[in-house]
């Protein structure tokens, strides 16, 4: 996986953030909100999915729009959450 780090991104991170959260907005209802993070493998994009049951799978619809930053050489990481966990979410980012 740490050979996807060097492959040169075709989008800056802002606009990644904006492409998968009008890609996946475009399939769902669910709240959504979308980071450039940082790990020990590199930078990748967090989306946060807000679930009534986050345990459950992902809608096949959503999975695949997530499939949308793979063709830029983005790292995605889905996060499932409960109802109303965005909004803290964003507030401690700021």
């Given amino acids: ?53 986050p345990d459950s799978p992902l809608d096949p619809l959503v999975k695949e729009a997530c499939t949308a930053l793979q063709k830029h050489n983005w790292r995605l990481v889905t996060v499932k959450v409960p109802i109303g966990m965005i909004e803290d979410i964003v507030e401690r980012g700021k």
């Fill in 1 to 53: 996986m740490a050979h996807i780090n060097r492959m040169k991104r075709t989008l800056k991170d802002k606009e990644a953030v904006k492409l998968i959260e009008k890609t996946v907005s475009a399939v769902t209802d669910a709240r959504i909100h979308a980071r450039a993070e940082s790990d020990g493998d590199g930078r990748h994009i967090t989306l946060f999915v807000e679930r009534y049951n």
